[in-house]
């Protein structure tokens, strides 16, 4: 549904944009273009990530589609933004002349268009970062949109075209912003750093506060996807502890304070050696 929303308020803004002259609409609907393909990657990555494995040879799955799609939606809001600021910066002195009324119309139709869009992606955004990635998409347009209507109020009000161009490079800087914002939590997942909120320190201090364990090490935690948390440990027991009563409060640990309910632990008993072999 969104997509579809997008999708054809694209091609309106685009005619019109050119109609009109303004680099305001022009921007915005150059990120509309952005929005349209970020979307239609999100719903292939969301397919593809919910497709069984018949290889055998992917044993996470293909959940990291969702990120890669993430990933495209930085892209191409990088490659507008910096399309719009060069547009904007070549402007400036200049003495474009743009028709205000096609900019309060289209402007006002896009408002409408995105906050609908909004409402249709909001559940989904605090659950998947591909979600996320085209509700940030929208959020953006939906900024664009406001700052398309006030740039065609006051080229009417003062007959300066100078507010078109100032406006489409406030959009410009502003998609930029939400690009990095968002390409730092792509980056985050794919360099399998720690997920957002969970401390590793605190996690290590809760593994060796659990009842029969002796030391921690080796503990690894990453993100697969939105929503997936992994950890592997190595747990040394102490004395005669019941590995599997560790294990499992081990394992309660990870799940109800950290969020991790994927997680491959390791029982070693206290004269378990050979784990400082590893090079890496």
């Given at each position: 549904?969104?997509?579809?929303?997008?999708?054809?308020?694209?091609?309106?803004?685009?005619?019109?944009?050119?109609?009109s002259g303004s680099l305001a609409l022009l921007s915005d609907a150059g990120h509309m273009a952005a929005d349209v393909v970020a979307l239609g990657a999100a719903l292939v990555a969301t397919r593809i990530a919910t497709r069984p494995d018949t290889t055998g040879r992917r044993t996470y799955g293909?959940?990291?589609?969702?990120?890669?799609?993430?990933?495209?939606?930085?892209?191409?809001?990088?490659?507008?933004?910096?399309?719009?600021?060069?547009?904007?910066?070549?402007?400036?002195?200049?003495?474009?002349?743009?028709?205000?009324?096609?900019?309060?119309?289209?402007?006002?139709?896009?408002?409408?268009?995105?906050?609908?869009?909004?409402?249709?992606?909001?559940?989904?955004?605090?659950?998947?970062?591909?979600?996320?990635?085209?509700?940030?998409?929208?959020?953006?347009?939906?900024?664009?949109?406001?700052?398309?209507?006030?740039?065609?109020?006051?080229?009417?009000?003062?007959?300066?075209?100078?507010?078109?161009?100032?406006?489409?490079?406030?959009?410009?800087?502003?998609?930029?912003?939400?690009?990095?914002?968002?390409?730092?939590?792509?980056?985050?997942?794919?360099?399998?750093?720690?997920?957002?909120?969970?401390?590793?320190?605190?996690?290590?201090?809760?593994?060796?506060?659990?009842?029969?364990?002796?030391?921690?090490?080796?503990?690894?935690?990453?993100?697969?996807?939105?929503?997936?948390?992994?950890?592997?440990?190595?747990?040394?027991?102490?004395?005669?502890?019941?590995?599997?009563?560790?294990?499992?409060?081990?394992?309660?640990?990870?799940?109800?304070?950290?969020?991790?309910?994927?997680?491959?632990?390791?029982?070693?008993?206290?004269?378990?050696?050979?784990?400082?072999?590893?090079?890496?």
């Amino acid at each position: 549904m969104s997509f579809a929303l997008v999708g054809s308020y694209f091609v309106i803004e685009l005619v019109y944009g050119l109609l009109s002259g303004s680099l305001a609409l022009l921007s915005d609907a150059g990120h509309m273009a952005a929005d349209v393909v970020a979307l239609g990657a999100a719903l292939v990555a969301t397919r593809i990530a919910t497709r069984p494995d018949t290889t055998g040879r992917r044993t996470y799955g293909s959940y990291r589609a969702e990120v890669f799609a993430s990933l495209l939606s930085v892209l191409l809001m990088l490659g507008v933004s910096v399309y719009v600021v060069t547009e904007a910066v070549g402007r400036i002195g200049g003495d474009a002349e743009i028709s205000s009324g096609p900019m309060l119309v289209v402007g006002a139709i896009g408002l409408a268009v995105n906050l609908v869009a909004l409402l249709l992606l909001r559940s989904g955004a605090s659950e998947s970062i591909n979600v996320k990635g085209a509700y940030l998409e929208v959020l953006a347009d939906t900024a664009g949109s406001v700052g398309v209507i006030v740039a065609g109020a006051l080229v009417a009000a003062t007959g300066q075209p100078l507010w078109d161009t100032l406006v489409a490079l406030a959009i410009g800087v502003f998609v930029a912003l939400r690009a990095i914002a968002l390409g730092r939590e792509v980056f985050a997942v794919l360099g399998q750093h720690a997920p957002a909120g969970v401390e590793p320190a605190a996690v290590a201090d809760d593994l060796a506060a659990v009842e029969g364990v002796k030391d921690v090490h080796d503990l690894h935690l990453w993100t697969l996807t939105s929503g997936m948390n992994v950890a592997t440990a190595h747990l040394v027991t102490a004395g005669s502890a019941d590995g599997h009563a560790v294990l499992d409060r081990a394992r309660d640990v990870l799940r109800d304070r950290h969020g991790v309910a994927h997680a491959t632990l390791q029982v070693e008993p206290p004269e378990h050696a050979g784990c400082d072999r590893v090079g890496w």
